[in-house]
């Protein structure tokens, strides 16, 4: 075919979009033509540059693998499409998507495309059947093949990792509210919170352990009650010190 012919061809068939092959059919003919990507670092008389693109978007290296990758793959789509070039070019173009490394993400991905598409087409028999248990078998069908589809994309993804399994664990500063004081519950050192006025908490409840032992009441352990004492005449802290200091 000469290079005016093949321009021809392209413009009336759309030039290559993401994927590095494309089957059309050229008039006159029963079996379709192949557009390929050119790159620069190709040499066409050396090498077939069909079989490159196919193992590049395959990932893998051997010819005959990726024929049979392909061509299972290929089989299985087209008998869900109009025609097999439309078959061809969606298995090209799911294959160049996920960009497999090798022949096993390969296979996987293939698989996942043809139950998402099984799947699809048993929820359009459902949703058209005029009888209520061929309605309902197709379904149940759509249900299986996308579960199946879920698992193949999850065991894609798990291949993909090595089978390591990430965690994520966020720490959370908190924030406690007593009374009209925001006390932060930082990590690590810093000075006692304070409360409103400026005086410290513990100072503030030091004091009044101090005022009570004198009083003959006696240690009191129960810091939380204590503090919540202090504050609960609603005066300043720094106001309350000074009346006590003053009934001394």
């Not at 050119?38 to 990726?66: M, S």
């Not at 399994?165 to 006692?192: D, F, K, P, R, Y």
Request: charged fraction near 25%; charge should be negative; glycine fraction near 8%.
């Amino acid at each position: 075919m000469s290079n005016q012919e093949e321009t021809k061809l392209t413009k009336k068939h759309g030039h290559l979009e993401s994927s590095p092959l494309r089957w059309i059919k050229k008039e006159g003919q029963t079996e379709p033509y192949t557009i390929i990507e050119r790159k620069v670092e190709d040499d066409p008389e050396n090498e077939d540059l069909f079989f490159k693109r196919l193992k590049e978007i395959i990932g893998v290296k051997d010819t005959e693998l990726a024929i049979d990758i392909f061509s299972y793959g290929s089989g299985t789509i087209k008998t869900l499409m109009k025609d097999s070039i439309h078959g061809y070019n969606v298995t090209t173009q799911v294959l160049n998507d996920v960009k497999p490394k090798d022949a096993v993400e390969a296979r996987l991905a293939l698989q996942a495309h043809v139950a998402f598409s099984y799947a699809m087409t048993q929820l359009s028999r459902a949703s058209s059947s005029e009888y209520m248990g061929n309605a309902d078998s197709c379904a149940n069908l759509a249900v299986k093949f996308m579960r199946l589809h879920n698992e193949t994309v999850e065991a894609l993804s798990k291949y993909r990792r090595g089978g390591v399994q990430h965690v994520v664990v966020n720490h959370l500063q908190n924030n406690v509210m007593a009374n009209n004081a925001t006390i932060n519950n930082n990590l690590g050192g810093g000075e006692s919170p304070k409360i409103q006025g400026g005086t410290s908490c513990q100072q503030t409840a030091n004091y009044a352990e101090q005022k009570l032992e004198q009083m003959g009441i006696g240690r009191v352990n129960n810091q939380q009650w204590l503090m919540d004492a202090v504050g609960s005449t609603g005066e300043n802290p720094q106001e309350q010190l000074q009346r006590m200091e003053k009934e001394e």
